[in-house]
Every structure is written in C-alpha cells, then in structure tokens.
Nanobody
C-alpha cells in the first residue's frame, strides 16, 4: 500500500518561498513517477510538476517553470517541491501523487495548504 504524506505548506507573502515535502512509503519507487498537483478554490486540480524516480527526468507546468523545482531524497524516499517567487495565484491545496510509469496517478496524499498573500 503506497502512502504519501505531505508537509511544509503555510502562509507566505508574494515573492517568498516555501518547500513542500512528500514522504513516500509502501513500495520501491524506482519504477514510479512522482508528481505534485494543486487545486485552488472553485477550480479543477491541475498538474504542477513531476519526475521519473529512476531516470530523474522532470516536467513542469508552464505557470511554474523557472520558479518551482521538484527533487528527491532517495535515502528518505522523500519528494520535494521548492517554490520560489510565489504569487497569489499559486494559492491552493498542493497534493503529492505517485504512479507506476505508463499508468495514471493512482496514489494521492491528503494535501497541504499553501496561501500566498499579496
């Protein structure tokens, strides 16, 4: 059973930074891709960033390119999302997700709130 637990959300002023963490357990994640998604009030959940655990390749939404960085700590099975130059429109609940490569995202964390004040 895959378990994903996010942490690191909070309130920050525009232009500030936050780092989200996602502790993953229950599998060996070499054949997985790990992603971050977000959902703002009244909007659909949207893709933010992902990486392929074994290859290390990454993808980002255009809206966060150059500001957000996804990374991992192999020893701790933890995925990070470093968010810099935050904007009010980045305000959302951020979710960590995992998927076997070639399949859709099947596993989700509980989410962590990020609020960016103007």
């Amino acid at each position: 059973q895959v378990q994903l637990v996010e942490s690191g959300g909070g309130l920050v002023q525009a232009g500030g930074s936050l780092r989200l963490s996602c502790a993953a357990s229950g599998r060996t994640f070499a054949s997985y891709r790990m992603g971050w998604f977000r959902q703002a009030p009244g909007k659909e959940r949207e893709f933010v960033a992902e990486f392929y655990w074994s290859a290390g390749s990454t993808n980002y939404a255009d809206s966060v390119k150059g500001r957000f960085t996804i990374s991992r700590d192999n020893a701790k099975n933890t995925v990070f999302l470093q968010m810099n130059s935050l904007k009010p429109e980045d305000t959302a609940v951020y979710y960590c997700a995992a998927a076997i490569i070639g399949r859709g995202y099947d596993y989700w964390g509980q989410g962590t709130q990020v609020t960016v004040s103007s």
